[in-house]
C-alpha cells in the first residue's frame, strides 16, 4: 500500500515538472515576442539612417548614430510639445483623481441615498454619449476651444475608473472601521482623507497610471479642439514632424529616395522612443503597486 502511494506521489511530481517546464517555455517565447520589438525599434533608433534602410538592424544598433534624435529636436516646437503635455498631463491627471475620489467614495457607501440610481446613472454614460458633434458645440459654448483647459476637463472623469476605485472601497475598507471612526465622532470626508486613502495605494497608484498614460498619448482631443500650435500636445508635434519627414514622392532620384525614406524610417524609431520612453521609464518604480491593485480590484470587486 506504502510502495502504490509512493509511486502515485511520484507520478505526480512528474506531471507537476513537466507542466512547470511547458509553461517555462511558452512564457519565455511570450517574453521573446513581447521584448525583441522593444529592442529592434531602440537599436534601429541609435543606428544609421542607411542602416535602417537596409534592414541592416537585427538586434543591436549598426553604425552607432544619434542622428535621428538630432533631426526630431531640432525642431524647437519638440520641446513646447513636451512642455504643454506635461502640463496636461500632471494637471490633467490631479484632476481626474480628485473627481475619481469624490466620485467612488460616496457610491461606495451603502448608507448613501439614491445610491442605486446614481450608480445606473454612470453606468449609463459608458453606453450612451452624446456624440462628437454636441460635445464639440458644449465645449465651444462653455469657451474651453482652443485652450489648455479643453484637454483635460472634458476628460475630468472616467466611469470605468470611477468603478474600479468604488469596488476597491467596498471590498478592501473594512465597513467596521468606518463606524467606528463615524462613532468617535469623524465625517466622511476626513476619514476619506485619513483612513480610506491611506489603506488605498495600490489601487490609486493603477489610477495614476491609467490616467496619466491616457493624457501623454492623448492626440485626438488635440486634433480637434486645437488649432493654435503653441498648445499642440507631444503626439500632434511627433505627428507632424513624421509627415513632414515622409517619402517625396516627387523625387525621381533612386539615392536621393532611398536616403530620404531611410531618414523618415530612422525619424519614426526615434519618435517611438520619444514618446514611449518616460513611462517606460516610470513604469518599474510603480510596477509593484499596479500589479497589487489590479488583482486586489479584479478578485475582491
Known sequence: MAAIEKKKSIHETTEDNIFNIVNLILLSIAFIVVLYPLIYILSSSFSSPQAVSSGRVVLWPVELSVRGYEEVFSHAAVLTGFKN????????????????ILAAYPLSRKTL???????????????????????????????LVNTRWVMVIPTALSVYNVTIARSFFQSSIPEEMIEAAQVDGASHFRIMVQ???????????????????????????????????????LQIVLRDILILNSMNNQITDPQLMAAKQGMADLIKYSLIVISTGPFMILYPFIAKHFV??????????
Open 85 to 100: 503635455t506635461f502640463f496636461y498631463t500632471i494637471v490633467g491627471t490631479c484632476i481626474n483623481m480628485v473627481m475619481t
Open 113 to 143: 441615498p439614491g445610491r442605486r440610481v446614481l450608480n445606473f446613472l454612470f453606468m449609463f454614460t459608458m453606453i450612451f454619449n452624446g456624440g462628437l458633434i454636441p460635445a464639440y458645440i458644449l465645449n465651444t459654448n462653455l469657451g
Open 195 to 233: 483612513l480610506v486613502l491611506p489603506l488605498s495605494k495600490s489601487v490609486l497608484a493603477v489610477l495614476v497610471l491609467y490616467y496619466a498614460v491616457g493624457h501623454w498619448n492623448q492626440y485626438f482631443q488635440a486634433f480637434i479642439y486645437l488649432s493654435n500650435r503653441d498648445l499642440f500636445p
Open 292 to 301: 497589487q491593485g489590479v488583482m486586489i480590484g479584479s478578485v475582491k470587486g
